[in-house]
């Protein structure tokens, strides 16, 4: 879930050279599928099913899983040769069975303002981006779900894109990778990643297994150790799924909220149809619920004359309030103001300043903390809702998705 996002397809892209070296192996997606067919890409493992790889695959010892995550994790090493802790037989062993296979970064381009962005590769002319947000004390990685995205959310440029498919959990723990590579984080010591957010291109929800066995891998101490509450999962809403991630995972939740009252969010985020605020409100509270001191971020995009006058103000903070008292906590719902960034074709505008603070305003008098989004990486296009991807060959399969869609009777607003 991203908020907004803005996906405009690109006609050609440079190939960047700072991370290609001769020993480091870089393939599409397609190459990644054709890869998998033979040899298991140890990328898409987390620390158990790498551990049930060495155990039921290779007849060894399950702490071997350690010492590979830590390898390709801690140390971003894609070549088994170079893991000097194995031993030449087992190393052997794993070349015949495994490789490890990372995304292809068609460019990186870095801003000013120390944010940086990343041009990933993936299969049939498709390509995400992957955004890092360094800020006081902490380095924030923004990390894609799918190319495109079937949710439709109107001020959304991603959802004009169409949807293509799902992201493995490879091309997932790979943006992270990517990024930690480039920034010399290593887990524990040189932490320069300290959290992620789901908050890219898709709706994480919508793509599961996947996200939740990347997320696994981006908090264990094996692989980016990064403190559960320091994952963020962002999502439009879907309802179901958010009680399952209470049952499979504990990261933070993020939802994209961007408006008080039902009709408004119908218009903005079609999934509401379904999942309307108060069902919504009510997955929030069961997920804060099952953990002490837990909150929950609500985003909230300002648009001029859309969602950003008083009265939507004044519904929000009751809404949260109202959060508040179900969670038995205060501040347990915090809001992210988001000023709308607007892009080509969009029938929507960025709040005056004027409205934002007064947005803010009533917000603080209702004791609510509702910081105002600061825009990031403006000069290389990365700020919030000004990302640039590609996503090819949509319409046949958004038809088929939606269609998918119907069939399990999921959702009727993706269609
Ligand atoms: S759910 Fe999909 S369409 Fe809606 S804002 Fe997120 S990426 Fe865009």
Not at 100 to 114: A, E, L, R, T, W
Request: aromatic share 6%; with cysteine; proline share 4%.
């Amino acid at each position: 879930m991203r908020t907004p996002c803005t996906v405009r397809i690109r006609s050609k892209t440079p190939r960047s050279k700072s991370l290609t070296s001769s020993r480091q192996r870089t393939f599409t997606a397609a190459d990644m599928t054709e890869a998998s067919r033979q040899k298991q890409n140890l990328l898409e493992l987390d620390r158990e099913g790498l551990e049930r790889f060495f155990v039921e695959t290779l007849d060894e010892k399950k702490f071997r899983a350690h010492q590979v995550m830590k390898w390709i994790h801690h140390r971003h090493v894609t070549s088994i040769e170079e893991m000097t802790d194995l031993g030449k037989h087992l190393r052997a062993k794993l070349e015949d069975a495994a490789e490890i296979v990372v995304p292809n970064v068609m460019f990186d381009k870095p801003s000013v303002d120390g944010t940086h962005k990343w041009l990933l590769g993936m299969d049939g002319g498709n390509a995400i981006e992957t955004v890092y947000i360094p800020d006081k004390g902490r380095g924030t990685l923004c990390v894609s779900s799918q190319v495109g995205c079937a949710l439709n959310c109107t001020f959304c440029s991603t959802a004009t894109q169409g949807f293509n498919r799902n992201l493995s959990t490879a091309e997932i723990i790979g943006q992270v990778w990517v990024a930690a590579k480039h920034l010399g984080n290593i887990p524990h010591r040189e932490r320069k990643l300290t959290n992620v957010v789901m908050m890219g291109m898709g709706e994480p929800l919508m793509n599961f297994d996947n996200v939740v066995r990347a997320m696994s891998v981006m908090r264990d101490d094996f692989g980016y150790g990064l403190a559960n509450k320091r994952v963020t999962l962002s999502t439009a809403g879907l309802v179901p799924m958010i009680d399952k991630l209470a049952q499979e995972s504990d990261v933070s939740l993020a939802v994209s909220l961007h408006a008080p009252f039902d009709e408004l969010r119908d218009e903005l985020v079609p999934l509401n149809k379904k999942y309307n605020i108060a069902t919504l409100m009510d997955a929030c509270t069961r997920y804060a619920l099952r953990k002490k001191g837990e909150s929950v971020t609500f985003e909230y995009t300002l648009m001029q004359g859309i969602n950003d006058q008083p009265e939507h103000a004044r519904a929000l903070a009751r809404l949260m309030r109202d959060f508040d008292r179900s969670v038995q906590m205060k501040d347990a719902a915090k809001v992210n103001l988001i000023p709308f960034n607007p892009f080509p074709g969009t029938r929507y505008a960025r709040s005056k300043a004027d409205d934002i603070r007064a947005f803010q305003q009533v917000l603080n008098n209702a004791g609510l903390v509702a910081p105002v989004r600061r825009t990031r990486g403006d000069d290389i296009d990365a700020a919030c809702g000004q990302l640039k991807g590609q996503v090819l060959d949509r319409t046949r399969r958004q038809a088929e998705h939606a269609k998918r869609l119907k069939q399990t009777g999921d959702f009727d607003a993706a269609a």
